[in-house]
């Protein structure tokens, strides 16, 4: 198999299949309703609707899309330091982040 299988099958599970440990580990009581913010987190890539075009596999999300950018990682940061559901729905955004910064930066292009 080669790398772009690889490549695509490691974000999906970092996207998909980790946090479901992320919310067992670390929120065991309410594992179920972490994991469902973790995958509400997943909305924030619908600013790719709003790039020409829509997907490039050449191009990274990190600082290209506007929920993606600099400044909105800035603010994913900051609801760390709030509690309850807005720090679960931080750390989500953040994993989301670190997901698709590897994707592009680790892996073939």
Known sequence: MDCFFWKTFFHYFLH??????????????????VYFLFLVTMLVDLDHLLAN????????????HFL????????????????????IIGIGLLFHMLTDFQDFYFWCH
């Open 16 to 33: 998909f299949i980790f946090p479901v440990f992320i919310a067992l580990i670390f929120f065991r009581e309410n594992w179920r309703k």
């Open 53 to 64: 075009p829509i997907f490039d596999p050449n191009r990274g999300s990190i600082g290209f």
């Open 68 to 87: 993606h950018s600099y400044y909105a990682i800035a603010v994913y940061f900051l609801m760390l330091l709030f509690k309850g559901n807005i720090r």
